[in-house]
């Protein structure tokens, strides 16, 4: 099955990133399509991941609609196929698109930690904190936490993020958007958190985006808690101190490791197995956590 690496729609093209293309539904409405694309140390990779855009897209869809309550987010239309105006391109979309409010997004990732993994891990090595907060000394790798931590990082659209204290936070967006972006980033880690680990997933991080609609309320924006924004680990094989058994694009991401890529452009190709495994892993997230069948492109393709 060949994945998909681009969508040509019949519409204003506002933004091609390194996985969504934005396009524009009139003044105030965007229509997000995620292709298949996948980056790795902030570079997109030469081949895609089959269905990896449609398991991105319905999982954003299912916390989206199930964390409205909590936080309020950009979308609008979680089947834009079926809209008017999307009927005469419906195919290339199918599962893949939603629509959602236009914001204008906060350059913010916005991070949440419960587990040490990542660069929080090579902070903790370093200097035995986790974005400038002091742990206690001696945590394994995978180690639980204290209590979910906010650690936020600016947002690169070119080159790599850096990860920022909360007072450098404070410095750059403000201390009453700085508070309201770890309360509600705080909030929805503890709720899928809970959520996830019910359904044997531990869900290690995850990262955020927040965005200002044109009549100024803060939106929840771009995916969420999906394999590409967040570490997953299967609970059952969870142990602190050995290697967890993942869901998400560390897979990708281990193996460019271990054939010692420079992490500069071009990127190297991808065995068949690890295009494989990866996309098995993006279902098999999909099939533990949203309580309908799995999209067609996963047909068979869970583990």
Request: aromatic share 8%.
């Amino acid at each position: 099955m060949d994945g998909v690496t681009e969508i040509r729609l019949p519409l204003p093209l506002l933004r091609r990133g390194k996985v969504r293309e934005l396009y524009a539904l009139g003044e105030d409405r965007i229509l997000m399509v995620a292709t298949d694309r996948i980056s790795a140390f902030d570079i997109v990779l030469p081949q895609p991941i089959p269905c990896k855009g449609i398991v991105l897209t319905q999982l954003s869809r299912f916390w989206f609609e199930r964390t409205q309550a909590l936080v309020p987010n950009h979308l609008l239309d979680a089947v834009p196929e079926e809209l008017p105006e999307c009927r005469p391109f419906a195919e290339s979309i199918r599962g893949r698109a939603l629509v959602v409010r236009r914001t204008e997004p906060i350059p913010i990732e916005c991070v949440v930690r419960g587990y040490l993994a990542g660069s929080a891990w090579k902070e903790y090595c370093a200097t035995q904190t986790v974005g400038g907060i002091p742990l206690p000394a001696g945590l394994p790798y995978g180690s639980p936490l204290p209590e979910p931590l906010f650690t936020p990082a600016t947002k690169a659209h070119i080159g790599h993020d850096e990860n920022i204290t909360f007072d450098a936070l404070v410095e750059r967006v403000g201390a009453s958007l700085a508070e309201q972006l770890r309360e509600r980033s705080l909030l929805l880690y503890r709720e899928a958190a809970a959520y996830c680990r019910e359904r044997g997933v531990i869900l290690a991080d995850t990262k955020l985006e927040f965005g200002f609609a044109p009549d100024g309320m803060l939106l929840l924006i771009d995916e969420l808690i999906t394999p590409d924004s967040s570490r997953f680990w299967l609970a059952e094989h969870y142990a602190p101190g050995t290697p967890p058994v993942d869901m998400d694009k560390q897979f990708v991401r281990d193996y460019l490791e271990r054939i010692g890529w420079n992490k500069q452009p071009p990127a190297p190709l991808l065995p068949e197995e690890v295009i494989t495994q990866t996309r098995r892993r993006y279902c098999d997230a999909f099939r533990r956590l949203v309580p309908q069948p799995l999209p067609w492109c996963c047909q068979n393709g869970a583990v």
